[in-house]
């Protein structure tokens, strides 16, 4: 089984911080390129963060320095830190994984691309109010 599974989300206020989380299977972890996604309602799903198999991160310029994700290993779990968030990060926030399509097989060729990736959980809502 290789669906991610998010939690996490809930509603804050303008400036306010949340915790995502997403469990992975261990096979995933180790073979597998991550991504957090997010959807806004009537908008296209966007790349939030892409994570190599090596650690590295591409984040999207909307939530550099702002957003940081990380993962623990023993757990299976990925995380993404929001901090200072914006009534524009309102969407269903979504964990995918998937072969990594660059040279080596250890990165995406393009992290923040949706179409990158093959296994997605079913979301978590994350709700910013001003």
């Known amino acids: 089984q290789e669906q991610p599974v998010e939690s996490g989300g809930g509603s804050v206020q303008s400036g306010g911080s949340l915790r995502l989380s997403c469990g992975i299977s261990e096979y995933s972890r180790r073979n597998y390129c991550l991504g957090w996604f997010r959807q806004a309602p009537g908008k296209e799903r966007e790349g939030v963060v892409g994570v190599s198999t090596d650690g590295g991160t591409t984040y999207a310029d909307s939530v550099k320095g702002r957003f940081t994700v990380s993962q623990d290993n023993a757990k299976n779990t990925m995380y993404l830190q929001m901090n200072d968030l914006k009534p524009e990060d309102t969407a269903m926030y979504f964990c995918?994984?998937?072969?990594?399509?660059?040279?080596?097989?250890?990165?995406?060729?393009?992290?923040?691309?949706?179409?990158?990736?093959?296994?997605w959980g079913l979301g978590t809502q994350v709700t910013v109010s001003s």
């Open positions: 995918a994984a998937g072969r990594c399509s660059g040279s080596g097989g250890y990165y995406m060729l393009f992290p923040l691309i949706r179409h990158e990736y093959s296994f």
